[in-house]
C-alpha cells in the first residue's frame, strides 16, 4: 500500500516485476566413481577432456576391470559433457612416503587435499608422501636443498678430529686490509670472519680430508671494541668467502669476540663452492643443483624481519622412471620456498611460501610432513652444538645448529629467526600400495558403492548423469547392487538421469545370442523401477591405444553421452536414440547384437537395445526409462522434459521466497513462467501447457500457512517408437478416394 498524502503532490512508486527469470540449467554434467590408478581419493574432480583424465587419474591399467572404468569415463568425455570423477577408497591403499628417522610407514593413507589440511599437515611420521596413494610413487625422489654450507675446504690431513675440525666448531681466519662493501664506508676493514663447520669427510687413508663452512659473521677490531656484521656469503669476495691463502684457527669452546685462538693455522689444501658441488643424489642420473636454481639464502620476506637461512629448494625426480618412464626425470621443482611458517613471495603478496602449504597447494606429486628441524632422523647423525659463536651485535644468539635447535626449529614466524639447515638431502618414497597386493586394482563393491554416496546430496554438487561404468564384479548379485545403489540415489535426488549397463558377463565371451537375451532379462528384471534410470544391452569393443589393446567397454557412458549430445544439438526433450542423434561413437563391434525378436524381449523389461546396423554404424536403438509400468515418464524425452522445466521453474520459483502472497507476487510470478513454457513449446517440447496461480489454489488456508502454490501442466511431446507403412494396391479404375480408410 502506497504512503498516503497528506498534501497535493506527486507520487512516484516503482514496482519491480523484472525479478526472477526461468532459463535452462542443464549443465550436462556426468558423474562416475571407481578405482584409477591416480588421483586424490573420494574427491569429486570435475574433468572436461581426456588428457585432463590422464593427467589427474592415469591412464587406463591392464590389470583388472580397472580399464573399463577409465574407458568409460573417456567414451563420456567424447561427447563433450563435464564428468566428475570420484577415485573409489580401497581398504590397502597407502600413500608412498618417506619416513623420519625410521622405515616409510605402512598404513600412511592420505586421501585427498581436505584430508592431509584436517589431519596430516602436522604429522610427525613422515616427511615427504606422495600426494594420492599406490605404488605409482615409489622410489620417486624427493630432493631438498638450503643453505647449510658456503664452501668445502680441503684440510691435510688422516684424523679431522684432532685438527679440532668437527661439525659445530667454530672456524675463523684473519682480514686485514680489506674493503667490505655493504659497511656504509670505503676505508679498509681488519679483524676476522667467523664460520661453522657443517660437515666433516675425513680421509683417513689418503689425508684427503674435507669439512664444509658456513660463513656467519665478520668482525672489526680495529678501533675502539669490536663491531660484529652478519654477512651472507658471496663467492670469491675476500670480505666474505674463504681461500687458499688463508690461515684457518679451529675454535671449540673458547670465544672469539676477543680476538683469534692461539691455535696453530691451517692452510686450506682446496677451496670449493659448496652449492657448485651439489647433485641431486639420484641413482643412474647426475643432476647438478647449480642446473636447476641459484643458491638459496633468504627470502625478502624474511630478510626484512631479520630473520636468516630461511630458503630452500625441492625438485621431485622419477628416479627409476616408474612414473614417467624416464629414469632421472626431473617432474618437479619448487624454488626459494621457506622454512618461515609466515613467509610470503614478496612483502606485498597473499601468497604464502612456508614449504608444507606451498606443496600442498603446488605439487602435483607430494605433500610434505614433519620437518627435520622436530627431530634428529636417520639422515643427520647425530645432534651437534655449535659453539664458539655466543653472541652476534649484542642482540641475537648467534649460535648455528645445521639440525636443531629451539632458535632455528622450521615453522615458527620469521622475526629475527636464524633458520635451521639440513643442507643436500634426499628422501625416496616407498611402501605404497594399490587396491591390493601386487597392484591390484579392482575395489570392493562396499567401497564403489560409498564413492557414489558422495553424489547422493544435490544441494552440494550437480550432476544430470550418473554413470555406471562397468558391472564387472565377481558375481551377478554384486553389479545388480551396485546398479540398484545409483538408481537410488537419482531416485532421492529426482535432478539427474542413471545410466545402467548390463552384467560383464551376462554379454561378453557369450557365443549364444538367446543366451544373452535371457541373461539379460533376468538382469534387469530385479532392478528397481524408475524413471530417472536407463538400461542398455550394450558392450562395445573398442580400441586401448595406452594398452595397445582391443577391449569391451560398457555402453553407459555413451548412453549418458548420447544425451549429452542431444542437448548440445537439438534439446533435452529430443530422443537421444536413432540415427539423427544416437549413433555410438568408437564402437568397431558389439559383445551382443540383437536381432528384431531379441528387441522384442528386450523392450518391454526396460531394457534399450544397443545395435549395429550396415550403414549406419552403431546406435542406441530405444528411449524407454526404466520406469515399470505405462506412463509418459517411461520416455527418455519426457523425464528429461520435466527435469529440465522443474529445474528453471524452481530457480524462478527461489526469486518469489518471502515476498508477499499476494495477486502481484502471482501475476509476476505466471509473467515468468509462461513466456518459458512458450519458448519449450516453440522448440517442440510441448504440445501444450497451463499455469494456474491465482485464488483458486492460493486459498486463505495456503496464505495463512506462509505457502506459495502454482500448478503448472504440460502435454509432452512425444517420441516416435513404432512406426508402420502400409502399402495398398489398387484396381486401374478405383479412385484413391474410394479406398483412402478402408485399409
Request: net charge negative; proline share 3%.
Amino acid at each position: 500500500m502506497a504512503t498516503p498524502q497528506l498534501s497535493p503532490g506527486v507520487l512516484v512508486r516503482e514496482v519491480d516485476l523484472t525479478v526472477g527469470r526461468a532459463d535452462n540449467v542443464l549443465d550436462n554434467i556426468g558423474a562416475i566413481a571407481g578405482p584409477f590408478a591416480l588421483g586424490p581419493v573420494d574427491d569429486p574432480i570435475d574433468i572436461t577432456t581426456e588428457e585432463e583424465l590422464i593427467n589427474t587419474f592415469g591412464k587406463p591399467l591392464s590389470t583388472d576391470a580397472q580399464y573399463e572404468y577409465w574407458m568409460t569415463a573417456a567414451s563420456y568425455l567424447t561427447y563433450g559433457g563435464i564428468l566428475k570423477v570420484v577415485r573409489t577408497d580401497g581398504d590397502s591403499l597407502v600413500n608412498a612416503n618417506a619416513g623420519v628417522g625410521a622405515a616409510s610407514t605402512t598404513t600412511l593413507k592420505i586421501k585427498n587435499y581436505d584430508d592431509y589440511i584436517n589431519n596430516y599437515s602436522e604429522a610427525t611420521n613422515f616427511t615427504y608422501a606422495a600426494k594420492h596413494p599406490g605404488r605409482w610413487a615409489n622410489n620417486l625422489k624427493v630432493c631438498w636443498i638450503d643453505d647449510k654450507a658456503d664452501q668445502i675446504i680441503g684440510i691435510t690431513t688422516t684424523d679431522l678430529n684432532n685438527a679440532g675440525a668437527r661439525i659445530g666448531f667454530g672456524v675463523t681466519t684473519t682480514l686485514s686490509g680489506v674493503v667490505v662493501a655493504g659497511l656504509g664506508t670505503t676505508s679498509a676493514f681488519s679483524g676476522y670472519l667467523k664460520g661453522i663447520i657443517t660437515g666433516v669427510n675425513t680421509d683417513a687413508v689418503g689425508g684427503q680430508s674435507t669439512i664444509e663452512v658456513k660463513i656467519v659473521s665478520q668482525v672489526e677490531t680495529v678501533g675502539v671494541g669490536t663491531t660484529e656484521t652478519k654477512i651472507e656469503y658471496a663467492e670469491g669476495t675476500t670480505a666474505k668467502s674463504l681461500s687458499t691463502s688463508d690461515s684457518l684457527i679451529f675454535v671449540n669452546n673458547s670465544g672469539i669476540n676477543t680476538g683469534l685462538s692461539a691455535s696453530a693455522g691451517y692452510t686450506p689444501r682446496t677451496v670449493e663452492d659448496w652449492y657448485d658441488q651439489q647433485t641431486l643424489g639420484l641413482t643412474n642420473t647426475t643432476i647438478f643443483w647449480k642446473e636447476i636454481a641459484p643458491r638459496p639464502t633468504t627470502n625478502v620476506y624474511v630478510d626484512d624481519r631479520d630473520g636468516h637461512n630461511d630458503a630452500a629448494h625441492i625438485a621431485v625426480v622419477d628416479d627409476q622412471g616408474t612414473v614417467t618412464g624416464i629414469r632421472g626425470n626431473l617432474i618437479e621443482k619448487h624454488i626459494s620456498i621457506s622454512k618461515a611458517f609466515d613467509a610470503i613471495s614478496n612483502v606485498n603478496s597473499p601468497q604464502k611460501i612456508w614449504y608444507e602449504n606451498y606443496l600442498a597447494d603446488f605439487s602435483d606429486n607430494i605433500y610434505a610432513g614433519g620437518n627435520p628441524s622436530n627431530a634428529i632422523d636417520a639422515y643427520h647423525g647425530t645432534n651437534p652444538v655449535a659453539t664458539g659463536f655466543s653472541t652476534y651485535s649484542g642482540t641475537k644468539s648467534e649460535s648455528f645448529n645445521p639440525i636443531s635447535t629451539g632458535d632455528g626449529l622450521w615453522g615458527q614466524n620469521a622475526q629475527g629467526v636464524t633458520f635451521a639447515a639440513i643442507g643436500n638431502t634426499s628422501y625416496t618414497l616407498t611402501s605404497g600400495e594399490d587396491y591390493s597386493s601386487q597392484g591390484g586394482m579392482q575395489p570392493a563393491l562396499g567401497k564403489v558403492i560409498s564413492s557414489y554416496g558422495l553424489f547422493s546430496n544435490k544441494d552440494e554438487i550437480q550432476v544430470d548423469y550418473l554413470i555406471m561404468g562397468p558391472g564387472g564384479f565377481n558375481s551377478e548379485s554384486e553389479s545388480q547392487a551396485k546398479a540398484n545403489y545409483i538408481i537410488s540415489v537419482a531416485n532421492s535426488r529426482k535432478d539427474c538421469v542413471a545410466t545402467i549397463g548390463a552384467h560383464r558377463g551376462n554379454v561378453v565371451n557369450v557365443t549364444n545370442p538367446d543366451t544373452q537375451t535371457n541373461n539379460l532379462v533376468n538382469y534387469f528384471s530385479s532392478l528397481q523401477s524408475s524413471s530417472y534410470a536407463v538400461f542398455d544391452s550394450g558392450y562395445k569393443y573398442m580400441y586401448d591405444r595406452f594398452n595397445n589393446k582391443f577391449r569391451y567397454v560398457p555402453c553407459n557412458g555413451d548412453v549418458a553421452g548420447l544425451m549429452v549430445r542431444t542437448s548440445i544439438v537439438a534439446y533435452p526433450w529430443f530422443s537421444p536414440a536413432g540415427q539423427q542423434r544416437g549413433i555410438i561413437n568408437n564402437a568397431i563391434k558389439l559383445a551382443y547384437n540383437p536381432n528384431k525378436a531379441q528387441r522384442d524381449r528386450l523392450y518391454p523389461q526396460r531394457v534399450n537395445s544397443i545395435i549395429t546396423q550396415p550403414g549406419l554404424g552403431t546406435l542406441l536403438f530405444g528411449d524407454k526409462t526404466a520406469l515399470g509400468y505405462q506412463s509418459a515418464f517411461d520416455r527418455i524425452n519426457v523425464r528429461r522434459l520435466f527435469l529440465t522445466v522443474e529445474q528453471a521453474l524452481q530457480r524462478a520459483a527461489e526469486a518469489q521466497l518471502f515476498e508477499l502472497n499476494d495477486e502481484l507476487t502471482r501475476a509476476n510470478f505466471k509473467n515468468i513462467v509462461e513466456p518459458y513454457l512458450r519458448d519449450v513449446q516453440a522448440k517442440r517440447g510441448v504440445y501444450g501447457f497451463l499455469v494456474i496461480c491465482d485464488t483458486s489454489n492460493n486459498t486463505p488456508d495456503v496464505i495463512d500457512n506462509n505457502e506459495f502454490r502454482a500448478d503448472i501442466f504440460l502435454k509432452p511431446a512425444k517420441s516416435i517408437n513404432y512406426v508402420t507403412l502400409t502399402f495398398v494396391a489398387t484396381r486401374t479404375g478405383v479412385s484413391f478416394e474410394e479406398v483412402a480408410g478402408r485399409v
